[in-house]
């Protein structure tokens, strides 16, 4: 995006506490296709009309182990679906507790909203 949020160069927005959530849908939810949990469904609410936007799941340590979405141009509402599946290596998420990491970038002001949540997943081939 061009920008660090928090950083010098980002540039800060204040944001209604009541504008902005993120949320997982059928918590826990399960990395094995034959599970009525299956896929992760990740729900948001921005407060910006249109943003760029970058989802992440990372493990507890803060590595990143999906990207979710990459620049994606997103409206104030939508949701995504993670299937599970690791970056590196292409295998399915064990079970445990993950964090969800949406970062959006407004398309017109370049402000930034940054949200976090939890994610845990209960079944795993």
Same mark, same amino acid.
């Given at each position: 995006?061009?920008?660090?949020?928090?950083?010098?160069?980002?540039?800060?927005?204040?944001?209604?506490?009541?504008?902005?959530?993120?949320?997982?849908?059928?918590?826990?939810?399960? @990395?094995?296709? +034959?599970?009525?949990?299956?896929?992760?469904?990740? %729900?948001?609410?921005?407060?910006?009309?249109? =943003?760029? /936007?970058?989802?992440?799941?990372?493990?507890?340590?803060?590595?990143?182990?999906?990207?979710?979405?990459?620049?994606?141009?997103?409206?104030?509402?939508?949701?995504?679906?993670?299937?599970?599946?690791?970056? @590196?290596?292409? +295998?399915?998420?064990?079970?445990?507790?993950?964090? %969800?990491?949406?970062?959006?970038?407004?398309? =017109?002001? /370049?402000?930034?909203?940054?949200?976090?949540?939890?994610?845990?997943?209960?079944?795993?081939?």
């Amino acid at each position: 995006f061009g920008c660090t949020p928090g950083a010098s160069n980002a540039v800060a927005v204040t944001i209604p506490a009541d504008s902005a959530s993120l949320h997982v849908v059928h918590l826990p939810c399960a @990395a094995a296709p +034959t599970s009525r949990n299956y896929p992760c469904t990740i %729900v948001w609410h921005q407060p910006f009309e249109q =943003a760029f /936007a970058r989802l992440l799941v990372m493990g507890l340590d803060g590595v990143p182990i999906a990207e979710v979405l990459n620049g994606e141009l997103i409206g104030r509402t939508g949701s995504a679906s993670w299937n599970g599946m690791q970056i @590196a290596p292409h +295998t399915p998420a064990p079970i445990g507790i993950y964090v %969800v990491v949406l970062e959006c970038v407004d398309a =017109a002001t /370049a402000g930034v909203l940054r949200m976090v949540c939890p994610l845990t997943i209960s079944e795993s081939p």
